[in-house]
């Protein structure tokens, strides 16, 4: 049995469409993340995950329940962290773990193993109001109180947007961590690079899921040929750029800028002559294998052009 | 003092025993883009806020635009525009008369300000939704538009924190465009970003650790004296150091 299976789920909120045609299966023991936007429907997604929320159409069974029907059953298996800083700011570190272990009618001793790697770190503080932690520690607290309750799949809101690049990291080893336990996980998020620290994603944007594979995978399936472009006059070289006949399109990244030709083999000499005569002089050239980022930013063009 | 867009010396604000900036000291060139980067809680906000003129420092110096953050904190902020991922527009006014409202914020004549709504409504393409709630708006059409109202006044220097925080790839990378466009006229951009591709678009980035800035140069100097494949390894390897968070 996966652990969710979502069928062409469809939800709108008055004029807006936040879901389109949603359908995708996350595998027991998985790490799922999807990947987009603020915007994409992933925050409306979790909502009916989580049963808070109805599709207009379509459905969605989440350990085998119906989210519909079943909610009642649903909800003491699942462990949801919301985006928004979602703990009590005037409750303590240990209090609002203590609080959320109590709602769902567990402690913290009989789980404590289970937070004990993420919690640890947060026990120094424990009498410090949540309200006053630094964000990384807040996220680790939010993520400790969805757990407290040992449950089967983990639903996680974009848990690291706004955290800087080291809290990340160290939160994507705690998944990982987490994942080897066999709890099922699925994560959002905007940052496309943390897409490769995933078993699977699903790419969405407004509303609709463009591709879901391995990560891998879906940078396996961006077909064009990458061309990394670096000048000490960015803008100049973007500019110029864009105003070559073989063009396809050109997106600052890095330190290198990536562009692609509308021919199937670029012309890397052409391109290089191109550029001396436009009088960008110290430009590098090189051929650059292509990531999510790369590989989402031509799905959406692709859409665009079907609308 | 006037070759610098921005200047610090020893700038230090401490809040009770704690040092939230601790004696930092650089120099912002006039139509640089500088990436001011610092794990959560390593002392930005505080930062950006004395040189802004929101908050007075506890001890050192810092000019903004060749005024002094300590007495001339009106002159600074006329001679900025600012805009954050947290608030940029208001949601409940349409496009055109947001641009309005910031328009006479900034003291904008009326004529002025009716060439510039145009232009800007043009240079964005939002001229088909001037009527269009600017709520409605998706994430990253918000953060284009407020970045062009930011710059409306034609201040010397812009502060950008955290501008394109979930927007859209494509969108984040026709913001920066916009950003490479404002420096191209002369607009010095200083820019906070979680982005660390971003921080290879600045002509030069610091890092702050604790409070202070431990390291300040050009992206490729960063990695090349870090032995490092991109800034953010750079970041990593100080910020792993860092003693505290935010709060």
């Not at chain 2, 790839?169 to 906070?192: C, H, K, L, M, N």
Request: with cysteine.
């Amino acid at each position: 049995m996966p652990a969710v299976e979502v069928y062409s789920i469809h939800k709108s909120f008055k004029k807006v469409q936040a879901l389109r045609d949603v359908s995708f299966f996350v595998k027991q023991g998985e790490l799922y993340g999807f990947i987009g936007p603020d915007g994409a429907g992933k925050t409306t997604l979790f909502r009916i995950l989580n049963t808070l929320l109805v599709p207009n159409k379509g459905n969605a069974v989440v350990l085998g329940l119906d989210v519909v029907k079943d909610y009642k059953q649903i909800r003491p298996k699942l462990g949801y962290m919301p985006g928004r800083f979602s703990l009590y700011h005037d409750l303590s570190v240990q209090e609002n773990l203590e609080f959320f272990a109590s709602v769902f009618g567990a402690s913290i001793s009989e789980n404590y193993e289970l937070v004990a790697p993420i919690y640890s770190q947060l026990e120094p503080f424990k009498n410090r109001y949540a309200g006053k932690l630094s964000g990384g520690m807040k996220q680790k607290l939010a993520l400790s109180c969805a757990l407290i309750h040992k449950p089967e799949l983990l639903l996680l809101d974009e848990p690291t947007t706004g955290v800087d690049a080291v809290s990340r990291k160290e939160f994507w080893e705690m998944l990982g961590k987490l994942k080897q336990k066999g709890i099922t996980i699925i994560v959002s998020t905007p940052y496309m690079d943390e897409a490769k620290l995933c078993d699977r994603v699903a790419l969405i944007q407004d509303g609709s899921i463009m591709q879901i594979d391995t990560p891998a995978n879906v940078v396996k399936s961006y077909d064009r040929k990458i061309l990394g472009i670096k000048s000490s006059q960015t803008y100049r070289l973007l500019k110029v750029l864009k105003q070559y006949e073989w063009m396809h399109s050109v997106h600052p990244f890095g330190e290198y800028i990536h562009f692609t030709e509308k021919r199937e083999q670029p012309d890397v000499q052409a391109l290089q002559s191109f550029l001396v005569n436009q009088g960008i002089g110290d430009v590098i050239i090189k051929e650059i294998e292509p990531n999510i980022e790369d590989s989402f930013m031509a799905l959406m063009k692709e859409e665009a052009a079907h609308e | 003092m006037n070759d610098f867009a921005i200047e610090a010396k020893n700038l230090t604000k401490t809040f009770g025993a704690f040092t939230a900036v601790d004696s930092i000291s650089f120099e912002v060139s006039k139509g640089e883009i500088f990436g001011f980067l610092g794990a959560n809680g390593a002392g930005k906000t505080t930062a950006m806020k004395m040189l802004t003129g929101l908050l007075a420092p506890s001890s050192g110096k810092a000019f903004v635009n060749g005024f002094d953050v300590y007495t001339e904190s009106e002159q600074i902020k006329k001679s900025i525009g600012y805009m954050s991922q947290k608030f940029s527009l208001y949601n409940d006014l349409t496009v055109a008369e947001n641009i309005e409202f910031y328009g006479g914020v900034y003291g904008l004549s009326s004529k002025m300000l009716s060439k510039k709504t145009e232009e800007l409504l043009r240079s964005v393409n939002f001229t088909e939704l001037k009527d269009s709630l600017a709520g409605s708006l998706p994430l990253g059409w918000k953060q284009k538009l407020a970045f062009s109202i930011s710059v409306l006044h034609n201040p010397q220097l812009v502060f950008l924190d955290e501008p394109t925080g979930g927007v859209d790839p494509v969108t984040r990378r026709q913001f920066w465009e916009q950003i490479y466009e404002a420096s191209d006229r002369g607009i010095t951009v200083f820019v906070t970003t979680h982005y660390m591709d971003e921080a290879e678009y600045c002509d030069r980035v610091s890092i702050m650790v604790d409070g202070k800035i431990e390291v300040l140069d050009n992206p490729e100097n960063l990695k090349r004296s870090f032995s490092a494949n991109s800034v953010e390894d750079v970041f990593i390897a100080l910020a792993r150091g860092a003693k505290r968070g935010d709060s």
